[in-house]
């Protein structure tokens, strides 16, 4: 699978800068003027990104009460049917190509998660610059290879997702030609208690299927995100909402702007954090190492004295000879008169 990747203007690479992409989802509350403050709100946070969903009640679902359709898995949606949360929480495509407009003025990315053939249809007429699939779409062949035959980046969630599901998904994508991968570590849980999030999966999909990695996080708070840095994910993708005393489907796990931009902070730090891979000392390190120790005349030592643990130690500062020379030249003299507090070098000993 291909390591760089581009979307829009934004380069994903395994060197590059974390992606930030805030999700809108239903956050607006079927509200426009909501659904801009959002993007603003996201880009006053430091978002690389907006991601919407482009789908209707009618094209994810269809309006049945039978016991297949209600929802009762313990989520902060049971006790209405599936169609009933769509026909709340979806983003009027109206909506969708002006509010892309309005991410792009602010110099972000738009794209989508779209849920059918009609939807695909759609976000290729507003031409996003990428496609996600969405972890309960994961083990939709068709609409994978419809999305993997534009030959744009496509992002998996993989919360739902068995291996062989990203191992079909992406074996998709192969066969129609299409690289430009990224698989995102996910919990399909709202929100993710910490104990699921298994973090340490993020290398295995890493090294098992050669992409690039991220994550859609959907714990509360900012550590999840910024640690899972440290483990080589090069997107993060968070939901974003104004408040979240203002309710809505997604509300309850939903960012605040103050909280994302603290999120968006503790990514950059972990990222200059992370650093290289090689070991070595930086500048200012080097400088540092003058406070190590080294061997001092610790007493006044006269020309010929001998040399002893009484009156040459290894203390700081590390101007003096290496302290691997301690029992090389204890029993030797003096050349000249050492005053205590001389750093030892070997043109002053005999």
Same mark, same amino acid.
């Given at each position: 699978?291909?390591?760089?990747?581009?979307?829009?203007?934004?380069?994903?690479?395994?060197?590059?800068?974390?992606?930030?992409?805030?999700?809108? +989802?239903?956050?607006?509350?079927?509200?426009?003027?909501?659904?801009?403050?959002?993007?603003?709100?996201?880009?006053?946070?430091?978002?690389?990104?907006?991601?919407?969903?482009? /789908?209707?009640?009618?094209?994810?679902? %269809?309006?049945?009460?039978?016991?297949?359709?209600?929802?009762?898995?313990?989520?902060?949606?049971?006790?209405?049917?599936?169609?009933? !949360?769509?026909?709340?929480? /979806?983003?009027?495509?109206?909506?969708?190509?002006?509010?892309?407009?309005?991410?792009?003025?602010?110099?972000?990315?738009?794209?989508?998660?779209?849920?059918?053939?009609?939807?695909?249809?759609?976000? &290729?007429?507003?031409?996003?610059?990428?496609?996600?699939?969405?972890? /309960?779409? %994961?083990?939709?062949?068709?609409?994978?290879?419809?999305?993997?035959?534009?030959?744009?980046?496509?992002?998996?969630?993989?919360?739902?997702?068995?291996?062989?599901?990203?191992?079909?998904? !992406?074996?998709?994508?192969?066969?129609?030609?299409?690289?430009?991968?990224? !698989?995102?570590?996910?919990?399909?849980?709202?929100?993710?208690?910490?104990?699921?999030?298994?973090?340490?999966?993020?290398?295995?999909?890493?090294?098992?299927?050669?992409?690039?990695?991220?994550?859609?996080?959907?714990?509360?708070?900012? %550590?999840?995100?910024?640690? +899972?840095?440290?483990?080589?994910?090069?997107?993060?993708?968070?939901?974003?909402?104004?408040?979240?005393?203002?309710?809505?489907?997604? +509300?309850?796990?939903?960012? &605040?702007?103050?909280?994302?931009?603290?999120?968006?902070?503790?990514?950059?730090?972990? &990222?200059?954090?992370?650093? +290289?891979?090689?070991?070595?000392?930086?500048?200012?390190?080097?400088? &540092?190492?003058?406070?190590?120790?080294?061997?001092?005349?610790?007493?006044?030592?006269?020309?010929?004295?001998?040399?002893?643990?009484?009156? %040459?130690?290894?203390?700081?500062?590390?101007?003096?000879?290496?302290?691997?020379?301690?029992?090389?030249?204890?029993?030797?003299?003096?050349?000249?008169?050492?005053?205590?507090?001389?750093?030892?070098?070997?043109?002053?000993?005999?």
């Amino acid at each position: 699978m291909n390591k760089e990747i581009k979307i829009g203007n934004h380069t994903i690479s395994e060197t590059s800068p974390v992606f930030v992409v805030a999700e809108l +989802s239903a956050n607006h509350n079927q509200d426009y003027g909501r659904a801009l403050e959002i993007i603003h709100a996201a880009k006053e946070a430091g978002a690389d990104a907006v991601k919407l969903q482009t /789908y209707t009640a009618d094209t994810i679902t %269809i309006d049945c009460d039978d016991s297949y359709f209600q929802i009762n898995r313990g989520t902060l949606w049971d006790g209405t049917t599936l169609y009933k !949360l769509y026909q709340e929480a /979806y983003t009027p495509w109206e909506w969708q190509p002006k509010l892309k407009e309005e991410a792009e003025k602010l110099g972000m990315e738009c794209f989508s998660s779209p849920f059918d053939f009609t939807s695909v249809d759609f976000l &290729e007429e507003m031409q996003v610059p990428a496609y996600k699939v969405a972890s /309960y779409e %994961i083990n939709d062949i068709p609409l994978i290879r419809k999305i993997a035959k534009l030959h744009k980046p496509v992002i998996f969630a993989t919360g739902i997702a068995y291996p062989e599901d990203i191992e079909r998904a !992406l074996g998709v994508c192969r066969e129609e030609g299409n690289e430009d991968v990224i !698989l995102l570590k996910c919990v399909s849980s709202y929100p993710a208690p910490y104990e699921t999030v298994n973090l340490n999966v993020i290398p295995t999909l890493a090294r098992t299927y050669d992409c690039l990695t991220g994550i859609s996080d959907h714990t509360m708070g900012t %550590i999840v995100s910024a640690g +899972s840095i440290a483990l080589g994910v090069r997107m993060v993708e968070k939901h974003l909402t104004l408040r979240r005393e203002d309710g809505g489907p997604d +509300s309850a796990f939903s960012m &605040e702007p103050k909280e994302f931009a603290d999120m968006v902070r503790d990514i950059r730090i972990m &990222e200059k954090a992370m650093g +290289s891979s090689e070991y070595m000392l930086s500048d200012k390190q080097k400088v &540092e190492r003058r406070g190590s120790r080294s061997l001092f005349a610790v007493k006044d030592i006269d020309v010929g004295e001998v040399l002893t643990a009484e009156n %040459i130690r290894s203390i700081r500062p590390g101007d003096g000879l290496h302290t691997m020379y301690y029992e090389e030249i204890l029993g030797k003299r003096a050349k000249t008169f050492l005053k205590k507090g001389t750093p030892l070098k070997w043109e002053l000993i005999d």
